[in-house]
C-alpha cells in the first residue's frame, strides 16, 4: 500500500511563494514519476508538474513554467513544489500522485495510480 500525504498549503497573497510537499511511505516501485495536479472548484484536473523519481527529470506545464520548481528529496522520501509569483488564477486543491509504470513523464492525471487527498492553496489578489 502506498500512502501519499500533501501539506504546505495555505492563503497567500499575489506574488508571493508556497512551498508544498509531498511525502510518500509504504510500498515502492523501481521506477516512478511523482506528480502534481491541481483541481479548481468546478474545473478539471490540470497537471502541473512531474518528476522522475530516479533521475529527478522533470517536465512542467506552461503555465507554471518559470514560477513553479518541482524536487525530491531521496533520503526522506519527500516531493516538493516551490511555487513563486502565486497569482489569483493558482488557487486550487494540490494533489501529488504517483505514476508507478516507470515510462516516462505523463501530464495526464489518469495515468497516475495513487493520490493524497490534496492541499488547498489559495492566492488573493
Known amino acids: 500500500q502506498v500512502q501519499l500525504e500533501e501539506s504546505g498549503g495555505g492563503l497567500v497573497q499575489a506574488g508571493d511563494s508556497l512551498t508544498l510537499s509531498c511525502t510518500v511511505s509504504g510500498r515502492t516501485f523501481s521506477a516512478y514519476a511523482v506528480g502534481w495536479f491541481r483541481q479548481a472548484p468546478g474545473r478539471e484536473r490540470l497537471f502541473v508538474a512531474t518528476i522522475d523519481w530516479n533521475s529527478g527529470t522533470s517536465d512542467y506545464a506552461d503555465s507554471v513554467k518559470g514560477r513553479f520548481t518541482i524536487s525530491r528529496d531521496t533520503a526522506t522520501n519527500t516531493v516538493y513544489l516551490q511555487m513563486n509569483s502565486l497569482q489569483p488564477e493558482d488557487t486550487a486543491v494540490y494533489y501529488c500522485?504517483?505514476?508507478?509504470?516507470?515510462?516516462?513523464?505523463?501530464?495526464?492525471?489518469?495515468?497516475?495510480?495513487?493520490w493524497g487527498r490534496g492541499t488547498q492553496v489559495t492566492v488573493s489578489s
Open positions: 500522485a504517483i505514476d508507478p509504470k516507470g515510462l516516462g513523464l505523463s501530464p495526464r492525471w489518469w495515468e497516475y495510480g495513487y
